[in-house]
């Protein structure tokens, strides 16, 4: 009982050895590789950032930004803003009215799981579903418009602006709303003046990045939007009007290398403005949250 | 509500009350029963559009679907030409599912490592940048992806890639010959590897985020290692969750069709090997829908749409299930 067990010697330094230096190699191992993981991932965005970058950026000149087809993509930059805005303008309401009404109307319960479901399965449907539904329903039998293509984008965005303003309306204090109940302020004005208001910064951040998500969406535009004079200012939403998706997609298809340093330089356009607006709203989100949650 | 309803004497008559303030509780309560209801309006109008989705797409599929019935989706053929005009879905459906797997065999493993750096291993500054970086991924357009595996990756593919893998791994039969393009079903599935990655990245980072820090302390107190805390305590308990996550991501990648067709060269076979050409359901309709030839041809990539429907809303259920399973015992831990 008062021997101390045999092998052990109090004054050994305490340095690992034999099993335990495995594990801790096998361990400092494991963390590499996850660490090499994450800067591969970080590379590749940079890699591809990068081509569009050197390739895009000789394509680039004032006339490239303004001018009809041979010699730049203005109409096409004119026409996605403008297929992209009708698509929010559909998308927007609806989706902030859909997370208004999961979040101040309908707490938990079936109907919730219901609605929930709906919006992640809307926002697991392939793009080019969407494509073929809006085709069927608008496009067949009539002609593509900048309409259809919005209709189809706009069901892209909602699920993603239903969601994220979910989640910025769940930030909202309740004791917002239990100050206005106090009052006896009625419920629709609560949620009109009170609670809307102050997660409108989330909302609009959460719209930007569906923006972002359905400016570059293709596979639907080519059902919608692929038929057009790419040559002329068009601002007709009734009618096919140019836009950047389908544009990179058309020179890429064509193999000739005029065409693909327009494809660069549309690219380019079209990645820096996405990049702008989600790394944006990105920021202003974060900030957003933590002073809500503070 | 009617908290503010007068305290009425039951023996006295009703005291009418002042005329503005009842004009406004009407109104209130026809307030709150609009916006309630333009509200569970939008609601229902998202669930009829997806309802209505499945039905325009079996509706357009229709002519197809009776004149091949269910053996449309394992047969081989692909005739788009008048005189023939023979449609099946085997190849196309074999090469979304090895395209697919390929990705995600590869990209989980890599993604799952990245969320686990970001939550667990990286200092708050280095994950705050990295984060949106990785996320950052997933923005960039398909269509640009698809253009930059054509002009960058394909090359690169053919010249140094697919002959190291066929000298060094071509006793497998998949590592076949390399061919002259840099278009085949590996370059798709690695193009569809970057699309997977970040979706699986964000979601497996939040999810070991949410493992409680006491638990994992815990396991550090008992001697383990920094791996073996992963392994044991970090991974188990959110482990359906990482499962979802997958699922979510290859219901991306089978859905990819933009992207897809720019890279994977429209073949018309099937081969064991990756580094031929193939195709996708997604990828066909993308490539052949604007310029269908006759009703019967668009009809069958309608048909082609059906099955990438079904597939795709099935792994999203079941990523949902699976993940709802997770939520439920998450909140019995967090407790």
């Given at each position: 009982m008062t021997e101390t067990p045999?092998?052990?010697?109090?004054?050994?330094?305490l340095t690992p050895s034999g099993n335990l230096r495995r594990r801790q190699a096998f361990s400092r191992l494991a963390e590499t590789g996850a660490t090499v993981a994450a800067v591969a991932a970080v590379a590749v965005l940079f890699i591809v950032v990068y081509s569009v970058v050197v390739r895009g950026a000789g394509a680039l000149s004032l006339d490239f930004l303004t001018k009809g087809a041979p010699d730049g993509i203005g109409p096409a930059i004119v026409g996605t803003t403008v297929i992209v805005g009708i698509a929010t303008l559909i998308a927007m309401p609806i989706g902030v009215l859909i997370a208004l009404y999961l979040s101040?109307?309908?707490?938990?319960?079936r109907v919730a799981g219901a609605i929930k479901l709906t919006l992640d399965l809307m926002n697991g449907l392939p793009s080019i579903i969407i494509g073929l539904f809006v085709f069927g329903l608008l496009v067949y039998g009539h002609q593509q418009s900048a309409i259809a293509a919005s209709v189809a984008l706009s069901i892209i965005m909602l699920p993603l602006i239903a969601r994220g303003s979910m989640e910025v309306l769940a930030l909202v204090p309740e004791g917002l709303r239990e100050a206005a109940d106090a009052l006896g302020v009625s419920r629709w004005r609560t949620v009109l003046t009170v609670v809307l208001p102050s997660a409108l910064g989330g909302i609009v951040t959460s719209t930007v990045l569906a923006v972002a998500r359905a400016a570059g969406e293709t596979a639907p535009l080519i059902f919608t939007?692929?038929?057009?004079?790419?040559?002329r200012y068009n601002l007709n939403p009734t009618e096919a009007i140019p836009n950047i998706p389908v544009t990179i997609f058309q020179l890429s298809e064509e193999a000739s290398p005029e065409a693909f340093t327009r494809a660069w330089g549309s690219s380019l356009v079209l990645v820096a403005a996405i990049m702008f607006a989600s790394l944006g709203a990105r920021a202003v989100l974060a900030r957003s949250r933590s002073r809500m949650s503070r | 509500m009617s908290t503010a309803a007068p305290p009425a004497s039951?023996?006295?008559?009703p005291v009418p009350a002042p005329r503005p303030r009842d004009w406004r509780r009407t109104f209130d309560r026809f307030g709150d029963l609009l916006l309630i209801a333009i509200c569970a309006g939008a609601a229902l109008l998202a669930v009829a559009a997806l309802l209505a989705i499945g039905y325009q797409v079996v509706h357009g599929a229709a002519p197809s679907i009776s004149k091949f019935?269910?053996?449309?989706?394992?047969?081989?053929n692909w005739q788009p030409n008048p005189p023939f005009e023979d449609f099946g879905a085997g190849t196309l459906l074999f090469g979304t599912v090895v395209s697919s797997f390929f990705a995600l065999l590869v990209g989980a493993p890599i993604a799952i490592a990245i969320g686990l750096f970001l939550s667990l291993l990286a200092p708050k500054g280095v994950s705050s940048i990295i984060s949106p970086l990785v996320e950052m991924l997933a923005a960039i357009p398909s269509v640009i992806l698809g253009f930059w595996g054509i002009i960058v990756l394909a090359p690169f593919v053919q010249r140094d890639a697919e002959p190291f893998l066929h000298d060094t791994?071509?006793?497998?039969?998949?590592?076949?010959e390399p061919q002259t393009?840099?278009?085949?079903v590996f370059t798709a599935s690695l193009i569809l590897t970057i699309m997977v990655i970040p979706i699986i990245a964000s979601i497996s980072r939040d999810l070991f985020l949410s493992v409680p820090q006491d638990i994992q302390d815990g396991a550090s107190a008992l001697g383990a290692t920094r791996w073996e805390v992963v392994r044991g305590v970090v991974l188990p308990s959110t482990a359906s969750g990482v499962i979802a996550a997958s699922l979510l991501g290859l219901g991306r990648a089978l859905g990819e069709a933009i992207a897809v067709t720019q890279v994977i060269g429209a073949g018309s076979e099937i081969n064991a090997s990756l580094f031929k050409t193939g195709d996708t359901l997604a990828g066909r309709i993308a490539n052949q829908f604007p310029g269908a030839i006759t009703e019967l041809h668009q009809a069958s990539l309608f048909y082609l749409g059906v099955i990438l429907l079904i597939i795709g809303v099935a792994s999203n259920l079941c990523a949902q299930w699976i993940g709802r399973r997770f939520d439920v015992s998450q909140r019995g831990a967090t407790r």
């Amino acid at each position: 009982m008062t021997e101390t067990p045999a092998g052990f010697d109090p004054a050994t330094d305490l340095t690992p050895s034999g099993n335990l230096r495995r594990r801790q190699a096998f361990s400092r191992l494991a963390e590499t590789g996850a660490t090499v993981a994450a800067v591969a991932a970080v590379a590749v965005l940079f890699i591809v950032v990068y081509s569009v970058v050197v390739r895009g950026a000789g394509a680039l000149s004032l006339d490239f930004l303004t001018k009809g087809a041979p010699d730049g993509i203005g109409p096409a930059i004119v026409g996605t803003t403008v297929i992209v805005g009708i698509a929010t303008l559909i998308a927007m309401p609806i989706g902030v009215l859909i997370a208004l009404y999961l979040s101040e109307f309908t707490r938990s319960g079936r109907v919730a799981g219901a609605i929930k479901l709906t919006l992640d399965l809307m926002n697991g449907l392939p793009s080019i579903i969407i494509g073929l539904f809006v085709f069927g329903l608008l496009v067949y039998g009539h002609q593509q418009s900048a309409i259809a293509a919005s209709v189809a984008l706009s069901i892209i965005m909602l699920p993603l602006i239903a969601r994220g303003s979910m989640e910025v309306l769940a930030l909202v204090p309740e004791g917002l709303r239990e100050a206005a109940d106090a009052l006896g302020v009625s419920r629709w004005r609560t949620v009109l003046t009170v609670v809307l208001p102050s997660a409108l910064g989330g909302i609009v951040t959460s719209t930007v990045l569906a923006v972002a998500r359905a400016a570059g969406e293709t596979a639907p535009l080519i059902f919608t939007a692929s038929v057009f004079d790419s040559a002329r200012y068009n601002l007709n939403p009734t009618e096919a009007i140019p836009n950047i998706p389908v544009t990179i997609f058309q020179l890429s298809e064509e193999a000739s290398p005029e065409a693909f340093t327009r494809a660069w330089g549309s690219s380019l356009v079209l990645v820096a403005a996405i990049m702008f607006a989600s790394l944006g709203a990105r920021a202003v989100l974060a900030r957003s949250r933590s002073r809500m949650s503070r | 509500m009617s908290t503010a309803a007068p305290p009425a004497s039951p023996p006295e008559a009703p005291v009418p009350a002042p005329r503005p303030r009842d004009w406004r509780r009407t109104f209130d309560r026809f307030g709150d029963l609009l916006l309630i209801a333009i509200c569970a309006g939008a609601a229902l109008l998202a669930v009829a559009a997806l309802l209505a989705i499945g039905y325009q797409v079996v509706h357009g599929a229709a002519p197809s679907i009776s004149k091949f019935g269910l053996g449309f989706v394992f047969h081989t053929n692909w005739q788009p030409n008048p005189p023939f005009e023979d449609f099946g879905a085997g190849t196309l459906l074999f090469g979304t599912v090895v395209s697919s797997f390929f990705a995600l065999l590869v990209g989980a493993p890599i993604a799952i490592a990245i969320g686990l750096f970001l939550s667990l291993l990286a200092p708050k500054g280095v994950s705050s940048i990295i984060s949106p970086l990785v996320e950052m991924l997933a923005a960039i357009p398909s269509v640009i992806l698809g253009f930059w595996g054509i002009i960058v990756l394909a090359p690169f593919v053919q010249r140094d890639a697919e002959p190291f893998l066929h000298d060094t791994l071509g006793f497998i039969p998949i590592f076949g010959e390399p061919q002259t393009t840099g278009a085949s079903v590996f370059t798709a599935s690695l193009i569809l590897t970057i699309m997977v990655i970040p979706i699986i990245a964000s979601i497996s980072r939040d999810l070991f985020l949410s493992v409680p820090q006491d638990i994992q302390d815990g396991a550090s107190a008992l001697g383990a290692t920094r791996w073996e805390v992963v392994r044991g305590v970090v991974l188990p308990s959110t482990a359906s969750g990482v499962i979802a996550a997958s699922l979510l991501g290859l219901g991306r990648a089978l859905g990819e069709a933009i992207a897809v067709t720019q890279v994977i060269g429209a073949g018309s076979e099937i081969n064991a090997s990756l580094f031929k050409t193939g195709d996708t359901l997604a990828g066909r309709i993308a490539n052949q829908f604007p310029g269908a030839i006759t009703e019967l041809h668009q009809a069958s990539l309608f048909y082609l749409g059906v099955i990438l429907l079904i597939i795709g809303v099935a792994s999203n259920l079941c990523a949902q299930w699976i993940g709802r399973r997770f939520d439920v015992s998450q909140r019995g831990a967090t407790r």
